[in-house]
C-alpha cells in the first residue's frame, strides 16, 4: 500500500461531519447529501449517503477519502464519533489503516452544516439534500466500468435484479455481493461486497449505500450520457468510494 498523510487537507475526510440526525424524534435525513468542506480554504466536494439513524458514510469526490459515522443522532444536534478512512489503497503515515475524528454541528431535514474535528484541527463543511437521478433509482443489468475514487479500476458484473455482483480491481481482489433498493424515491441503495484475493488486503466483508445518476458527476467518463452508480462501502479495516458506467 501507499502511504499518504492525514494532514489538515485530508480534512477533506472532516466532510463526513455531515452525517447529521435522523434518528425518531429527528429529522429524517435518509438519502443522499451534497455541498461542500474547506479545510484549505478552497471549496471541494462532498457527498453523504445517509439511512435514517444510521449508518452514514461520506466521501470526498477529489481525494476519495471516507467518513464513518456508525449512528446518526436522534435530535438536531451533532456531536457524534466518526472513523476516517484513507483513500482506497493507502494507509495513514504511522502505519494506520483509519483515523478517529468526531463530528460537530446542526441537522434539520434541509441543511447539515458543522465542522469535524481530526486531530484536534477543525474544518467547517455543508450539505443539502439531492437526488442525482431526479427520479425512482433502480438497478440496472451490466458491466459496470468504473473506478475508486483518487486510486485505481475496478469493474462489476451485476445482474438485472442486482441479487448477484461479481467484480475485481487491479489490485486483484475479486468481490461478489449484491445491490438492492433501500428508497427508491430518494435514490438510496443498500449494498454488501465480500472481498476476496491471494492478499491480506483482499480479505474483507463490506457493506454500504449506492446511489444511481445520469451524469458522470466525477468525471471518470469525459461526462459522457449514460447510467451512472457511486458505490461507498467499508468494514472495520477499509473503506471505498467508486463511480461506475453502465456498459
Known amino acids: ?37 474547506a479545510p484549505a480554504g ?27 459515522m456508525p449512528q446518526t443522532p436522534g435530535d438536531s444536534t451533532l456531536k457524534e464519533p466518526g472513523t476516517l478512512y484513507p483513500t482506497y489503497g493507502f494507509i495513514f503515515t504511522g ?11 446542526a441537522d434539520s431535514a434541509s441543511a447539515i452544516s458543522g465542522s469535524i474535528v481530526l486531530e484536534g484541527a ?3 463543511f455543508s450539505l443539502h439534500p439531492v437526488n442525482p437521478l431526479g427520479g425512482t433509482a433502480s438497478v440496472v443489468a451490466g458491466v459496470w466500468s ?6 485505481q479500476n475496478v469493474s462489476f458484473q451485476v445482474a438485472a435484479d442486482g441479487s448477484v455482483i461479481s467484480g475485481q480491481d487491479v489490485f486483484g481482489c475479486h ?12 435514490d438510496l441503495f443498500s449494498v454488501t461486497l465480500a472481498e476476496t484475493g491471494s492478499v491480506a ?4 466483508h463490506l457493506t454500504g449505500f449506492a446511489y444511481q445518476s445520469g451524469t458522470d458527476q466525477l468525471n471518470i467518463d469525459g461526462h459522457a450520457a449514460g447510467t451512472y452508480y457511486y458505490v461507498v462501502a467499508d468494514d472495520a479495516a ?9 456498459q
Open 238 to 246: 477499509v473503506a471505498f468510494a467508486a463511480e461506475f458506467k453502465v
Open 95 to 105: 502505519n494506520h489503516a483509519s483515523l478517529p475524528v468526531e463530528f460537530q454541528g
Open 201 to 204: 488486503f483482499c480479505v474483507h
Open 1 to 37: 500500500m501507499r502511504i499518504i498523510r492525514p494532514l489538515l487537507t485530508v480534512l477533506t475526510l472532516c466532510l463526513l461531519v455531515a452525517c447529521g440526525g435522523g434518528g425518531s424524534s429527528g429529522p429524517d435525513l435518509q438519502g443522499i447529501w451534497t455541498g461542500t468542506y
Open 122 to 124: 477543525p474544518a467547517a
Open 146 to 151: 468504473g473506478q475508486y475514487v483518487g486510486s
Open 175 to 186: 468481490f461478489t455481493g449484491k445491490i438492492a433498493p433501500l428508497d427508491a424515491a430518494k
Open 42 to 68: 478552497s471549496p471541494v466536494p462532498l457527498y453523504a449517503l445517509i439511512k435514517d439513524g444510521g449508518p452514514a458514510l461520506f466521501y470526498d469526490a477529489q481525494a476519495g477519502f471516507v467518513i464513518l
